[in-house]
């Protein structure tokens, strides 16, 4: 072989194998990436989702659709339990909340985070009481002294789901006040505060997102939030108050803190790249005003995490619901 022949072909090799590696460094989806919501529509982990679905489509951040499907049987086992068997699949997703440790812990179910892939934080969800603006409830002391003297049983809490971070803040919040709720679950956080709305519950702690809209229609009243401190948006919402003004349900008389998870987790066995492709798609969502506007109007707490930063957070995480959900009562060897 004549050497310009040679310099040819050794080149020509070269370009291959690098593009070969380069190929397999840049890990991309090839078919349609399924979005699994372990909720019910309406609520704050579907709207986030289907926020996030908006914003990759708009801004053309993935070659491949993002397709939202929600599986809220089982507490939401239905969606951890389809992720967990799809070991080795980089094109399922699944956004998280609390269940990720309330659903194992309470119903038994063959499942731990543990069995997934750990990709983001997101953010933190606020939880916030709320009451129909129609009741004359105007603080939570307004709301305890009512709660007190209605007789036990009476007072009706309304929550996403049973056995769930709304039923431990609702035991919570009895064993604080010494009082007896009767708590109604529903699917999910939309549901939930329609029901408020229409009087057939007394109160909810739903997250901001779930009755923003409710709050600046005049229909329901924000009293507190769980949070060791106000949340930060100053914009008014409703009756020129902002997410800032809803004191803290501590500085209420009322001493609990409650914050919720809205991170990912990818099903078993996914490589190195595949994660850094889904870390690196969230933090170009997180990028853009449509996102921001999101956190804003959610009242969110938007920390981020990924790596061992977030898989530290989720190990100390079970270990807090394991003890909350002790203390309630609401563990599965407990029945």
């Not at 993002?66 to 992720?83: C, P, Q, R, S, Y």
């Not at 119903?107 to 997934?116: A, E, Q, S, V, Y």
Request: proline share 6%; net charge neutral.
């Amino acid at each position: 072989m004549k050497p310009s022949v040679l310099s040819v072909a050794l080149a020509a090799i070269a370009m291959s194998c690098a593009s070969s590696t380069a190929s397999r460094a840049a890990w991309e989806p090839v078919r349609p990436v399924e979005f699994i919501v372990p909720a019910g529509t309406g609520g704050g982990a579907d709207q986030m989702a289907r926020t996030i679905q908006g914003i990759v489509t708009k801004h053309n951040l993935m070659k491949q659709p993002m397709v939202v499907i929600n599986k809220a049987g089982g507490a939401g086992g239905e969606g951890f339990l389809d992720v967990k068997t799809s070991s080795g699949n980089p094109h399922k997703i699944i956004i998280t909340l609390s269940n990720l440790f309330t659903t194992p812990l309470a119903t038994g179910i063959p499942f731990n985070w543990k069995d997934l892939t750990p990709v983001a934080m997101l953010a933190l969800d606020e939880f916030v009481l709320w009451v129909n603006a129609e009741k004359p409830y105007n603080s939570v002391k307004d709301y305890v002294d009512a709660a007190k003297k209605a007789p036990s049983g009476s007072f009706k809490m309304g929550g996403t789901g049973s056995k769930q971070e709304d039923q431990i803040i609702t035991v919570g919040i009895e064993k604080a006040i010494d009082a007896k709720f009767t708590y109604i679950p529903y699917k999910g956080g939309g549901e939930v505060a329609v029901q408020l709305v229409g009087n057939h519950v007394d109160s909810t702690v739903n997250n901001p997102i779930e009755a923003v809209a409710q709050w600046r229609g005049g229909k329901l009243r924000p009293l507190c939030v769980f949070d060791a401190q106000p949340m930060a948006y100053d914009e008014p919402i409703a009756d020129g108050k902002a997410w800032k003004d809803i004191p803290t349900c501590k500085s209420q008389g009322l001493a609990m803190e409650y914050l919720m998870l809205r991170g990912i987790f990818m099903s078993p066995k996914a490589t190195k790249d595949q994660i850094e492709y889904y870390v690196e798609l969230f933090k170009k969502v997180r990028a853009t005003p449509e996102w921001q506007d999101f956190m804003k109007s959610g009242a969110f707490n938007t920390t981020f995490l990924a790596g061992p930063d977030y898989a530290k957070w989720i190990e100390a995480e079970e270990k807090r619901h394991e003890g909350l959900m002790k203390e309630a009562g609401f563990l599965a060897s407990a029945n």
